[in-house]
């Protein structure tokens, strides 16, 4: 780090805060004066705003802020607009040195038990009614209180350290006076100011992107320390200044940017950039770096500030811990209260007693004393005194140590929660997170169970399993295979430990979950920063031998890189020649036409995504343009004019060797790699013998794929089953995609497989090496990023070979399988094949499905330029808008994916997690129930509801899709009966012998029966008037599984369950589409897996693996529970017995 | 490699039985064979004590005698219905004439006892200056606030010893004379009058304020005695060391009980003929009637009573113990019925599964 900019201000740093804000100030005034006071021309105002940090109300409260370049020449117009806004600097302190006694001391006084202590030290300061020795009762309350003060201090202080380190980090701001970028303090940072940030810095405000060293204006940012996703995002610099080939000059930067005021979405961002003319660009989410990211892949970006210090998205969306109060903890305060109105019994019969018995004695003067004055106290008001004295006598009764004890203790039980070492997870080097501290409990008690399935009962590793193209199954026998055998190596790979690749991962993966939390805002990404620092040291140290594969890359393990093709699917392929692409006739033969749906569908694979292209021996240096071969490509009419020349040279002679300038490389590789998977299909030839079969026992059976297959390019010469890229192809198994879902990059690397090699891409094209084609480099028009309303994503690309417009679809199969062109112009036959591929590829779905396969459809469309043109228009104007864009945007994707043609449909797998099955298992036997809650669709739901043993194969199948309210009353009505009559018991039997635990011979005597229910039959489902019928046909099943649900209807289904049948639930999940139900149920569960950390940011508690639940609930919940129930009745015994 | 040393595992915990929760424990299951035995016990063992401290107290020879003067109960009425009158209280006396049929086996102790008498009252209790009490010269002049309105006289002299519990200090007093042959003379008996007192109480708690020339009246110049007092607190007693603050009587008092029935040590008999107890005749207490006790609907009584290892005649505490006892042991019988007959039904369930 570099030395802090003002050697003043780190003297100041080892004051006291208190200290260090009147210095602060000072210097700050003084310093302006000094240094020609265009540097900073603070109002008082403006210091006030950010000083006081409560009171921060910009002049324009309203919806929007105006942000002005904090310079001179705007120096008026700054102090009207951006001047009020808060600067960088943040506190996160609660106190100061001076307000720390008064406002802890009120803090602590919000604290019932503190202030019933209060309440009895000042009663006992009544003369009249006074019990103690004064001195003696304030005695514990100070104590506590001092404890409690202390410990408030030192987290206070802790916090303040850390805040001064982020303050004085240093960044590039532009300065006027000296007209280039000078060192500051992050706290000096003020909205309006440039700041120009190199490769791995951290982002100290939001910012709008105006510059980028990128000749396309992109710039990565690793969000990380944000939201815990390690994979880059894009980020654009505003229209308009992209094209500018030089930095962007603060001088001259004249605009005004318009955007809406402080908010904590993060995905949010909307505003305009007006220029001097009043010309106005549209600002995205996509323009703005968020405070806390880093910088990644791009040498420097230069942007304007717009939200600075606690008006930061980063900084608005850091909220506390989560408070929830625990089942047992409630009981414990009704408790209280009993004791409560037991003492108040207590001490009004004692004050009655003492009334009565007095009135007796009123005149004795005996031993009733008279007043110092000489007066008799009369019975009615000494008996009131004694009421009071007996509050004071019998305080102990209220067990208010009980909540600090209770506090303590659950400190400690998450202190043996986190130090399990069961939970540890070597590979993410993560262990048990407990985010919320008074829960424990709870997890003992839990009686429903609502899972997520990806990511939360599967790895979301996707694995590319079979494809289907113009109708075809292929199905990949091979790599089957390859991924059994993995399973093999990873598991000697757990073993042996010692190995510098294994140690090497190992030492990598430690990022993730060391950035996890968000609330130190930049520091956890900073620490990454060094993480990564070092890592691409290492990376060069070790040069190309070693692929540091795991830190290069999300979702890019061996298991997932690595597919071999199928050799029937290949054998097509090779077909593919240019002469396809000269237009000899209208009529083109089927088999030709096949072939071209193969090769769009591979070119749809590699380019329908948005991976990021990278080499790891340059980690996170992009491979652009510039990095390719040197051939200068110009332009796309030349590529095809080039291409033309050479197929047309090229079918005159049948050899595939003859010259071929534009990628020598290419078919000399395509024939090793062919040797080279004729090779590797020897590695185990014995395994070849066993394991038919094996794999996938109930799927293997009605393969279309004819099983002697393997047998045909098996080469018995060549003894040794290497897998590592041959030497001719280097780069291209090196390149390294960053996907932001593990399906994209699935499926680049099976595209890569068929030698479709994706081998760059900016924002204005993709390079894609294909086979017998060489490099083609696709204009990339559009893309429409996948959400998940629409459920597909299409990218708008130029053809280089045929020149159309082409668009790309890849979505859920039941949304473009909707889209698909109902009357196809290409005339009757084809719209009949059409129609044939489209009923088979159905079919295959439909097997996928079954297989458990996640299942995606690939789909194109041509467009004419004036089409495009058309549509573009109308697209633009729904970008620009400021209000309902994403309606506008929606409606334009939708004209835009339509008429498709089905090119084919993949099926990916996503491999169950480790000791899924056996967690279900033992969480059913302990009689929790369990609901698995997915997005997925029926069978493959289903399909991983046998495989995680949720459902067992003797287990009665129900399921519920209908299409309407009626039908599934109907249907829920019969299955009721029919279950009732297999069961003569009733499902919820009134035991003969209460009390006694129900012995678990009774459960399995009885019918086990699961319940699948669609997202559709959902609705009805939790519709007020079938909610009942619901739940009791729920209560009969074992299981239920509920697809196709949204992530709304995920939570409203623990809401229902929660609220009418009174139990305990459980919601775990990794993405954040299962935050909702997260945050609904008792207790959230968050996977720190490869979805972000969106849900564990909701989560109360956070596993790394699902099969760690199994003994956080069975054993540490039991524990917790029961531990607590007694201390809490011991309490009670003690308290109320003892005194 | 070493970085991979460090950065392995980083977030690993530690592996010790500690933190995995392994340390050696145990839990009493606390099934029939453990709790039955435990049971029957208890039981006896708590019987036995019980016994054991029940024939103790029972051994333990007590001689009370009301002398409240309730009318038509002996002698001292005359003295109650003087009492009456709640005048400045007349010198009264009375006596108590009783025989002994044989010897009253010793150390035997004179008690006076009071019932009715609520000294456990909270303004009672804490209505005396115990820095006062101890002597200290500065506080002597300065009573505590607790004491009003006994705190100084309407003269504004404070009052020594300041308070309700000082005031109300008992001022009947006994000697105790022995006969003997029937018809002859009647001989006191010699009550020791010191060392009744806790060790504590009069050598660390209560002292004199430090004489004033030798003379104890000097160092109490300036004070009044308590309104109800007939004479100063230093002439409590003729003797010097038994006088002012350290007057045994006085401490004694000054001890307040929990309980509105108490009885406080007056003397103890164990000089001359009468250390082995007092022998068997006749005896007269003569009883110097001062305090008034019927206005609180208060009682009197005087009792002779000798010890045991387990202190006083205290029937009760062996009474508890008896009935815990038998009640441990019915209990270990309820169970072990239960036990039995329920634990052939569990065997019957079991077959049946």
Same mark, same amino acid.
């Given at each position: 780090m570099r030395a802090p900019a003002y050697p003043g201000s780190a003297r100041i740093l080892d004051m006291t805060e208190c200290l260090q804000w009147a210095r602060y100030h000072w210097q700050r005034l003084m310093g302006s004066r000094n240094r020609d006071d265009d540097e900073r021309p603070y109002s008082y105002s403006s210091l006030l705003a950010c000083g006081g940090k409560s009171s921060q109300t910009p002049k324009l409260a309203g919806k929007h802020r105006v942000v002005v370049p904090h310079l001179r020449p705007f120096k008026d117009e700054y102090d009207k607009f951006s001047g009020t806004y808060v600067n960088n600097r943040i506190r996160t302190t609660k106190y100061t040195l001076l307000n720390f006694v008064p406002r802890n001391l009120f803090e602590q006084f919000h604290r019932a038990a503190n202030l019933y202590f209060l309440f009895l030290a000042v009663l006992n300061w009544v003369p009249l009614v006074e019990a103690f020795q004064k001195e003696i009762t304030m005695l514990p309350l100070v104590v506590v209180l001092t404890i409690i003060a202390i410990k408030d201090g030192l987290e206070d202080y802790r916090k303040y350290k850390i805040d001064k380190q982020i303050n004085n980090l240093v960044t590039q701001v532009y300065s006027r006076k000296e007209k280039k970028y000078v060192d500051q303090c992050w706290k000096d940072v003020a909205v309006g100011d440039f700041i120009r940030l190199s490769c791995n810095e951290v982002i100290p405000a939001d910012m709008v992107l105006l510059f980028s060293t990128d000749p396309d204006g992109i710039c990565h940012i690793e969000t990380s320390g944000l939201d815990g996703e390690s994979n880059l995002k894009q980020r654009q610099v505003v229209r308009g200044y992209a094209e500018q080939d030089s930095e962007v000059d603060p001088e001259k930067f004249s605009s005004k940017i318009e955007c809406e005021s402080p908010n904590n979405d993060l995905n949010r961002f909307r505003g305009y950039l007006e220029h001097s003319n009043k010309e106005r660009v549209g600002l995205s989410k996509e323009n703005l770096l968020l405070r806390g990211c880093t910088i990644r892949n791009t040498e420097a970006v230069a942007g304007i500030v717009v939200y600075a210090g606690h008006e930061t998205k980063a900084m608005l969306n850091n909220s506390g811990p989560r408070y929830k109060r625990s089942k047992l903890e409630r009981r414990a305060n009704t408790d209280v209260l009993w004791c409560v109105l037991l003492l108040v019994v207590m001490c009004l019969t004692g004050a009655l007693g003492h009334g009565i018995w007095l009135s007796r004695y009123e005149n004795i003067m005996f031993f009733n004393i008279p007043e110092p004055d000489g007066h008799v106290i009369s019975p009615v008001l000494a008996g009131f005194y004694m009421f009071w004295t007996m509050i004071i006598l019998l305080q102990v009764l209220i067990p208010i140590s009980l909540y600090v004890s209770i506090e303590i203790v659950k400190l400690g039980q998450i202190y043996f929660i986190q130090s399990d070492v069961d939970f540890y997870n070597e590979k993410m080097d993560s262990t048990v997170q407990c985010r919320a501290l008074n829960i424990t409990e709870d997890l003992g008690q839990i009686q429903y169970l609502f899972s997520d399935k990806t990511g939360t009962l599967t790895e979301n590793k996707m694995v590319f399993r079979r494809c289907s193209v113009a109708g075809f199954d292929y199905c990949h026998e091979e790599n089957a295979k390859r991924l059994e055998s993995y399973q093999e190596a990873i598991s000697e790979d757990e073993d042996s430990t010692d190995t510098p690749v294994d140690s090497l991962s190992n030492m990598v993966k430690p990022r993730a979950p060391s950035c996890? *939390? &968000?609330?130190n805002g930049p520091l956890g990404s900073k620490c990454s920063n060094h993480l990564a620092g070092s890592c691409s040291a290492l990376g060069s140290r070790e040069?190309? *031998?070693? &692929?540091?594969h795991s830190r290069q890359a999300a979702f890019s393990s061996p298991i997932e890189t690595d597919v071999v093709p199928d050799t029937r699917l290949l054998d097509k392929f090779s077909q593919i020649t240019p002469q396809l692409f000269t237009p000899l006739d209208e009529t083109i033969p089927d088999p030709l036409l096949e072939t071209l749906y193969i090769m769009d569908f591979f070119i749809a694979l590699a380019i329908c995504n948005t991976v990021v292209v990278s080499a790891p021996n340059q980690p996170r240096q992009k491979i652009g343009l510039s990095s390719l071969s040197g051939m200068p490509i110009k332009s796309l009419e030349e590529i095809k004019n080039l291409f033309q020349r050479l197929s047309v040279r090229r079918s005159s002679s049948p050899s595939l060797a003859g010259g071929k300038e534009p990628s020598p490389g290419v078919p000399n590789a395509f024939v090793s790699r062919l040797s080279l998977f004729s090779r590797m299909k020897l590695a185990s030839p014995v395994e070849e013998e066993t394991s038919p079969g094996s794999e996938r026992p109930q799927g293997s059976g009605d393969s279309p794929c004819p099983p002697d297959m393997e047998k045909q390019n098996s080469d018995p010469g060549l003894p040794e089953g290497e897998t590592a890229p041959s030497p001719g192809q280097p780069s291209t198994s090196t390149l390294c995609y960053e996907a932001e879902s593990p399906d994209e990059a699935a499926l680049v690397y099976a595209a890569r497989a068929y030698q479709c090699t994706l081998r760059s891409r900016t924002p204005e094209q993709v390079v894609v090496d294909f086979a017998a084609l060489g490099s083609l480099t696709f204009q990339l028009l559009h893309i429409l990023p996948f959400d998940s309303v629409r459920k597909r994503m299409s990218v708008v690309v130029r053809h280089p070979l045929s020149n159309q417009v082409v668009v790309y679809t890849k979505g859920a199969d039941s949304v473009i399988m909707e889209l698909l062109s109902v009357a196809s112009p290409d005339g009757a036959s084809l719209e009949k094949q059409q129609m044939i591929i489209r009923e088979k590829t159905q079919k295959h779905l439909d097997d996928y499905a079954r297989r458990g396969l996640r299942t995606l459809c690939i789909a194109k469309k041509v467009m004419s330029d004036a089409e495009y043109a058309e549509w573009l228009r109308n697209h633009f104007l729904a970008e620009t808008s400021i209000d309902h864009r994403e309606e506008l945007l929606l409606e334009s994707a939708m004209r835009l994916e339509n008429k498709l043609t089905l090119l084919g449909a993949t099926g990916i797998e996503d491999r169950l997690q480790e000791g899924v099955p056996e967690s279900i298992e033992a969480l059913q036997k302990a009689g929790i129930k369990i609901w698995m809650l997915t997005g997925d669709k029926q069978e493959t739901a289903v399909n991983i509801a046998y495989a995680c043993k949720l459902l067992e194969a003797g287990d009665k199948l129900f399921i519920l899709n209908t299409q309407s309210k009626d039908a599934c009353e109907r249907l829920m009505s019969t299955i009721l009966k029919e279950l009732q009559e297999k069961n003569p018991a009733s499902p919820e039997p009134p035991s003969p012998r209460e009390g006694l635990p129900r012995l678990p011979a009774t459960q399995d005597s009885r019918l086990r029966a699961g319940l699948v229910i669609t997202g559709k039959a959902l609705e009805f489902a939790l519709q007020e008037s079938l909610q009942r019928q619901f739940l009791e046909l729920t209560a009969c099943c074992q299981a239920v599984v509920c697809c196709r649900a949204t992530p709304l209807q995920k939570s409203e289904v623990v809401k229902l369950v929660r609220n009418h049948l009174r139990v305990m639930t459980l919601a775990i999940g990794d993405g954040a589409n299962d935050v909702s139900m997260i945050q609904v149920a008792d207790i959230g569960i968050g996977i720190s897996g490869q979805e972000g950390m969106q849900a564990v940011m909701a989560s109360d508690f956070a596993i790394a693996q699902f099969k760690h639940l199994g003994k956080l609930l069975l054993v540490h919940g039991h524990w917790c529970y029961t531990r607590l129930s007694n201390m809490i009745l011991y309490f009670f015994y003690k308290n109320v017995e003892l005194p | 490699m070493t970085w991979s040393a460090t950065a392995r595992g980083a977030h690993q915990p530690d592996n010790t039985a500690f933190t995995q929760q392994r340390l050696p424990a145990w839990q009493p299951l606390l099934s029939a064979s453990i709790a039955l035995p435990l049971f029957f016990c208890a039981g006896l063992a708590f019987i036995g004590l019980g016994l054991g401290l029940f024939y103790s107290s029972y051994g333990i020879k007590e001689l009370e005698y009301d002398y409240t003067g309730n009318p038509g109960t002996g002698n001292c009425s005359a003295c109650a219905l003087a009492d009456q009158d709640r005048a400045p209280p007349l010198r009264c006396s009375c006596a108590w004439y009783f025989s002994l049929p044989e010897l009253f086996p010793g150390p035997v102790y004179l008690y006076y006892e009071l019932t009715n008498f609520y000294q456990n009252n909270r303004r009672y209790s804490v209505s005396r200056d115990d820095t006062q009490l101890s002597g200290l010269p500065s506080a002597l002049l300065h009573p505590a606030n607790e004491c009003a309105p006994y705190q100084r006289r309407a003269s504004g002299l404070p009052i020594a010893p300041c308070g309700a519990i000082a005031n109300s200090l008992f001022n009947d007093s006994f000697s105790l004379w022995h006969q003997r042959q029937p018809g002859g003379p009647y001989v006191e008996v010699p009550l020791d009058r010191t060392g009744i007192a806790w060790w504590t109480d009069c050598h660390v708690k209560f002292r004199n304020p430090p004489l004033v020339n030798g003379s104890l009246a000097l160092a109490f110049q300036g004070t009044a005695p308590p309104p109800n007092w007939p004479r100063p607190v230093y002439e409590l007693s003729p003797d010097p060391n038994n006088t002012g603050f350290i007057n045994q009587d006085f401490v004694v008092w000054m001890r307040t009980a929990a309980l509105p029935t108490f009885r406080k040590l007056y003397a103890r008999i164990r000089q001359g003929n009468y250390s082995t107890g007092l022998p068997r005749g006749t005896y007269l207490v003569n009883i110097t009637y001062n305090y008034p006790v019927r206005a609180f609907g208060g009682h009197k009584l005087i009792v002779f009573s000798n010890i045991s290892w387990m202190g006083g005649k205290n029937p009760f505490l062996g009474i508890a113990y008896l009935v815990v006892g038998s009640l441990c042991i019915l209990m270990g019988f309820v169970m072990l019925v239960v036990y039995i007959r329920y634990q052939d039904q569990n065997d019957e369930d079991e077959d049946a599964e």
């Open positions: 996890r *939390s &968000v609330h040069g190309a *031998s070693e &692929v540091p | -």
